[in-house]
């Protein structure tokens, strides 16, 4: 490909899958060491890619925060006079179609990601479920660098060496394991009292615990169980986002649900129990790398009912999340014994 050429690379949110973009960042970086990488997300999204040599950054949002209509013509705007040549749409939303117009009407060579969401639905109909695994989100961002004239080749995860945040002192002799219970969706949340569960068992089996949490109701659980246990800490609001990352790559093992933990701690190789309710690992969303043995999830004919976790529980009960926490930590012993 000629140098003059330059990669537009798109994927808006949410965090899990700006994540999981980097891999396919990462991969092209490799393959074409020549060519110019712009990435455009989120501004809170840009330490994930610290790794990566030599991207660029566009933001979706402007200089006052704007994030609407106005802005994707000024982002139009900035890739084309950046001498962007090509455009990777990897999130396909109103503003990223958008965008890719009209970029497409200044000469780029434009693709999208192709979502399958009928195959999706597919899993997540009523009855007769069709569970056969889809192909993963990474590899449908890989897809779509091929079809722009840029195939890569998505190499294995490996661990990664991180500094381990200076909050936390120095990585001691033991084994140290991270616990991410949270969601967005409470599909996709660890209930109480399994929650309060997990974190004894983990507490008395690990030297060190670490709570990655949001603000609000999951900064005070953290708290909470930190008070209660000498060998658990509370993260959130201790370091950055990236130094989160930096604090998961000293870790021997992680648990999250399926959120954003899952993809950040496979962005550093950090072995990771996967807790699923209300969505399944087979749509594609599971962390990249991750060993399917360390899935933990409940056989229900009910589940799962949603792709990403966003429907409310039609039995009222989220009993696919009532999962045994002595599952989880069975699993955390098999990855760190």
């Not at 969601?183 to 399994?194: D, F, I, M, N």
Request: with cysteine; glycine share 8%.
């Amino acid at each position: 490909m000629p140098k003059s050429d330059r990669v537009l690379v798109v994927r808006l949110s949410a965090m899990g899958d700006v994540a999981m973009t980097v891999h396919a960042v990462a991969a092209l970086r490799r393959a074409y060491p020549d060519v110019a990488i712009t990435m455009l997300t989120r501004r809170a999204w840009v330490p994930f890619f610290r790794d990566v040599e030599r991207v660029d950054f566009l933001t979706l949002e402007g200089p006052n925060g704007e994030k609407g209509v106005a802005r994707v013509f000024r982002l139009a705007a900035e890739a084309a006079a950046s001498g962007v040549t090509h455009v990777a749409d990897l999130h396909d939303v109103l503003r990223t179609k958008l965008l890719r117009m009209l970029l497409r009407l200044r000469g780029c060579r434009v693709a999208k990601i192709d979502k399958e969401k009928a195959l999706k639905e597919r899993a997540t109909r009523p009855t007769d479920k069709d569970l056969t695994p889809l192909r993963h989100s990474v590899e449908r961002y890989a897809d779509v660098l091929g079809t722009i004239g840029y195939p890569i080749e998505l190499p294995k995860v490996m661990r990664h060496q991180r500094v381990l945040p200076a909050p936390f002192g120095e990585r001691t002799e033991g084994r140290w394991i991270g616990l991410a219970p949270f969601s967005k969706q409470e599909g996709k949340t660890y209930p109480s009292p399994q929650r309060e569960q997990l974190v004894e068992m983990a507490a008395a089996e690990f030297d060190r615990v670490f709570i990655f949490s949001g603000g609000g109701a999951e900064r005070e659980f953290a708290g909470t169980m930190e008070s209660r246990h000498p060998n658990v800490t509370a993260v959130f609001g201790r370091i950055r986002l990236d130094e989160e990352v930096d604090l998961m790559a000293n870790l021997d093992a992680m648990v999250s649900m399926d959120s954003s933990a899952m993809h950040m701690a496979s962005l550093v190789g950090t072995p990771t129990v996967s807790v699923w309710g209300a969505t399944h690992p087979a749509t594609g969303f599971y962390g990249w790398g991750g060993s399917s043995e360390n899935q933990v999830q409940l056989d229900l004919p009910c589940r799962p009912c949603s792709v990403y976790g966003e429907r409310e529980c039609a039995l009222g009960d989220y009993r696919c999340m009532r999962i045994d926490p002595t599952l989880i930590i069975k699993r955390l012993k098999a990855i760190t014994e």
